[in-house]
């Protein structure tokens, strides 16, 4: 049986919106947002992105594994590949950095100004972009995840594979939890992980290979319940759920057009958002 993640009904203003206006409201203000790189106009982003999380009436119990994974790849993202290592584009945006601090033993390293701005920026625009998609899987209904992906112009195999897609994570975490708490009724000790690398991955077996088996097996019976429902002779289907738009839906489509439209127009036309950051930090 396949699960999702903790969905629960919450009569919130977000989920009155139909999903498929909310998945291109997330996916057109991304290419929004990506078009920018001016933290006053990802501030704005981020805000929008925040109050969407607020309306949602989602609680940080029920998000934070998902704020500390997200925590984690921002720390490496902006720490390691910015601050560190100075690459991506931040060598494009800085022509001649303020350097506050420089050695060159026994590396090289100098650290500006506006690197440490454009860390922020960074932060700013990850959050902006997060924030936007951490609260799908946590208030969209699982039941209308294929006719969600059907109605956005998906196929029927398409829009079914996104569905599965989106139940793996969540049936693999509870599939590992049930055969962790069958061992540790067997006398399987977790903590007791020493020697080397590869002593440490044999006693993983007890764990990885029930996982691993169980996952394929559970992949061949549901390809073989859609054979016997003959998913694959190319009729067309019908699906179970059906949904419609509504007035609110357009307007919420209209909005994210417009924003695109203008994410395009002011930095290549106008020259407005690109990397700015303010003069009072400048020496």
Do not use: C
């Amino acid at each position: 049986m396949i699960v999702t993640f903790g969905y629960r009904p919450r009569e919130s203003i977000v989920e009155k919106f139909d999903p498929r206006a909310r998945w291109i409201f997330s996916i057109l203000s991304l290419f929004t947002i990506v078009n920018f790189w001016d933290i006053r106009f990802l501030l704005y982003f981020m805000v929008v992105s925040l109050v969407q999380y607020r309306l949602t009436r989602l609680t940080w119990k029920e998000t934070r594994r998902a704020w500390m994974f997200i925590f984690f790849l921002m720390f490496v993202m902006i720490f390691i590949n910015t601050i560190i290592t100075s690459a991506g584009t931040i060598s494009d945006v800085i022509r001649e950095p303020h350097v506050i601090l420089e050695f060159y033993r026994p590396f090289h390293f100098a650290l500006s100004i506006e690197r440490l701005w454009f860390a922020l920026t960074q932060i700013v625009r990850i959050l902006a972009i997060t924030s936007l998609f951490l609260v799908i899987p946590f208030t969209m209904d699982p039941r209308r995840y294929g006719v969600t992906f059907k109605g956005l112009g998906f196929g029927d195999k398409l829009a079914f594979t996104m569905d599965l897609a989106f139940r793996f994570v969540p049936t693999l975490a509870r599939d590992f939890s049930i055969t962790l708490d069958a061992q540790k009724a067997r006398g399987y000790e977790l903590e007791k992980f020493d020697g080397n690398i590869f002593k440490k991955i044999a006693r993983m077996a007890p764990l990885l290979i029930p996982v691993t088996m169980n996952s394929l097996l559970s992949g061949e019976d549901m390809v073989n319940a859609m054979d016997l429902r003959s998913f694959s002779s190319g009729e067309k289907r019908t699906w179970l759920h059906t949904l419609q738009y509504q007035p609110r839906d357009y307007v919420l489509i209209a909005y994210s057009v417009v924003m695109l439209v203008v994410s395009f127009i002011l930095p290549h036309y106008f020259g407005i958002g690109n990397f700015w950051m303010p003069d009072f930090l400048l020496p």
